[in-house]
């Protein structure tokens, strides 16, 4: 699933050839991902798309106020001015502009006519993704469950909201309403790049820990990002280019390799119901688990 650097780079290539595009027209086809069908098609056509933007692993279209014309012709009063499309690519998930006469692939499911002559064009083959039209009421009470960006967090904030509580760390990472963003391939980069084990309780972390946590996951997503984030199966940017960001992995799918600094094999194992890879001598176990794990040796004796 795209997480922060996947989709801060689609944002990025949607902001250089849509902004400022008027959208004509919608054409819908299967819309079970689609929150509301109707309002998509009412309210999208006339509206300009002023910003695109990230949030979390979101992505937010900003849409101009439209003119509603009345049956002499004049214009209207505007509508709610803040609406916004809301976008989530799930696991199959791409949205990208392509010249409207291009064959549309099998699997697109929303065409938005621009007037410069494109569509921009949603396609998701397992439709795990979400699309929503949202006033800047609802927008911002859908933004409010989520947690702090990794990008922006300060150091005070990062570490109250991981050393407060009892939870592990691995978990934490992938609470979206803790950090929003990071999803299980980052979680795994940060805590190997940090030497953190994923079993760890963010309540054991001390304050220095805690900051040297943030610092390795900020230089992971701005790695990542650079290098137009990681193409596992199924992600394209914008442009309909795969990542490059899989070819620096140290853990992320890398079990039974030898890890870059102590050449010891990556360990996968299943924490947070996610599957985690990690160094078992770089990133020791938490002395609780080594505890567990003598006993459970000294009982098979």
């Known amino acids: 699933m795209p997480e922060l650097p996947e989709v801060e780079t689609v944002a990025r290539g949607l902001r250089r050839t849509i902004v400022g595009r008027r959208i004509l027209s919608v054409w819908l086809g299967k819309t079970d991902f689609i929150d509301d069908p109707a309002a998509v098609e009412q309210f999208l056509p006339g509206r300009r798309i002023e910003s695109v933007e990230r949030y979390g692993k979101f992505m937010l279209l900003r849409l101009s106020a439209s003119m509603t014309a009345q049956a002499d012709g004049d214009r209207g009063e505007p509508e709610e001015d803040g609406a916004s499309l809301l976008v989530h690519l799930g696991m199959t998930g791409s949205l990208a502009p392509s010249l409207a006469d291009q064959p549309a692939g099998k699997h697109t499911h929303v065409r938005m006519q621009l007037d410069d002559g494109r569509e921009l064009r949603y396609t998701d083959p397992r439709r795990f993704g979400r699309i929503a039209h949202l006033a800047a009421g609802a927008l911002a009470q859908v933004l409010s469950q989520f947690g702090a960006d990794p990008l922006e967090v300060s150091k005070q904030e990062f570490a109250q909201r991981l050393r407060s509580r009892k939870a592990r760390i691995k978990a934490l990472l992938l609470d979206q309403r803790v950090i929003r963003g990071v999803g299980n391939i980052y979680a795994d980069e940060s805590l190997w790049h940090a030497k953190i084990h994923p079993e760890r309780l963010g309540s054991s972390l001390s304050a ?94």
Do not use: N, W
């Open 208 to 301: 220095e820990s805690a900051e040297h946590l943030r610092g390795e996951l900020r230089k992971v997503l701005e790695r990542a990002i650079a290098m137009r984030g990681s193409s596992i199966s199924d992600f394209l940017d914008a442009d309909g280019e795969p990542g490059d960001y899989q070819r620096h992995h140290h853990a992320y799918g890398r079990t039974g390799k030898a890890c870059h600094r102590c050449k010891t094999p990556i360990r996968r194992a299943v924490f947070a119901g996610r599957s985690t890879h990690f160094c078992p001598k770089c990133q020791p176990a938490p002395r609780s688990r080594r505890g567990k794990r003598g006993k459970k040796k000294r009982l098979r004796r």
